[in-house]
């Protein structure tokens, strides 16, 4: 209790990730796009959240000024509790490569720095000593079943390993918030199954997890489903059925071919 005897929040109370009255429109060519027309979210510490909708909804725009890789019009972000009004691009990009880890459907890996490179690179403008980069890095390909894949250049990969490399360096810095833009949107259907399993593995051992993806059936990883409908939350619902497995894989694995 505070002196005057209201209750002070424990910091894990706190949503690790909150926003309130997003609103963006993107002016390219032809008419303005409204892609988030007011959008009010809040996840909590270790949530596994799925925003799935129909193309065109907004959800990549969505999970864009939730990673402050654009700007909301309208609207405000917290991140752990720190209102990220105030940020510019550094401050943003600091952010970036220590409290929120970000996936996208192609990889975006650094096609001339071989797979240690990648993975170790933003441990080591986090500040991170090369030595402690190094053996971060190791265990993460290892358990991501990239070992022996050290030296390879992305371009020598699979779909599926350069997506689990692309995981391994979104997680070196261990961001509290992990974003996925349709992380199996370019991989087949094995490649699929593996980046959901590992995604539900990190989740098992408290990851926060917002994951954007059209795919229903991807969206059955997670813990809460959030329906995104031109711009709009739709609804927002945990998923049906038993409480989510806090170890192990989640009932995603039961994908077919
Ligand atoms: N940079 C941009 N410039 C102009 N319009 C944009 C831009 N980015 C997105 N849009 C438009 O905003 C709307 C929402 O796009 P967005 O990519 O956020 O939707 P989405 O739900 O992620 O779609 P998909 O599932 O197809 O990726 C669409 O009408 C899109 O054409």
Redesign the pocket.
């Known amino acids: 209790m505070s002196e005057d005897g209201t209750p002070v929040p424990r910091a894990e109370d706190t949503p690790v990730l909150r926003a309130e009255g997003l609103v963006k429109t993107?002016?390219?060519v032809g008419a303005p796009?409204r892609?988030v027309r007011g959008v009010d979210l809040s996840v909590g510490r270790g949530e596994f959240v799925a925003i799935t909708?129909p193309?065109?909804?907004?959800?990549?725009?969505?999970l864009h000024l939730l990673g402050g890789l654009q700007r909301p019009d309208e609207g405000s972000i917290w991140l752990d509790g720190r209102c990220t009004d105030s940020f510019g691009e550094a401050r943003w990009a600091v952010e970036r490569r220590k409290a929120i880890g970000i996936v996208f459907q192609f990889f975006n890996l650094v096609s001339n720095l071989s797979v240690a490179d990648n993975v170790e690179l933003p441990a080591l403008l986090a500040g991170t000593p090369p030595k402690k980069a190094r053996a971060e890095r190791a265990e993460l390909l290892a358990e991501l079943g990239l070992e022996g894949k050290e030296r390879s250049m992305p371009g020598e990969l699979s779909g599926g390993e350069q997506q689990r490399v692309a995981l391994a360096r979104a997680l070196v810095n261990h961001p509290p918030l992990l974003l996925a833009d349709?992380p199996a949107g370019s991989l087949d259907s094995k490649g699929t199954r593996e980046v959901m399993r590992l995604l539900s593995r990190f989740h098992g051992r408290g990851q926060t997890i917002v994951l954007?993806t059209?795919d229903a059936r991807l969206a059955s990883a997670a813990d809460r489903v959030i329906s995104?409908f031109d711009g709009r939350i739709a609804d927002d619902a945990p998923l049906d059925g038993p409480p989510p497995r806090r170890s192990g894989i989640s009932g995603v694995l039961e994908l077919r071919d």
């Not at 909804?57 to 969505?62: E, M, R």
């Open positions: 993107h002016h390219g796009a892609a909708g193309s065109g909804a907004g959800k990549s725009t969505l349709e954007v059209h995104f």
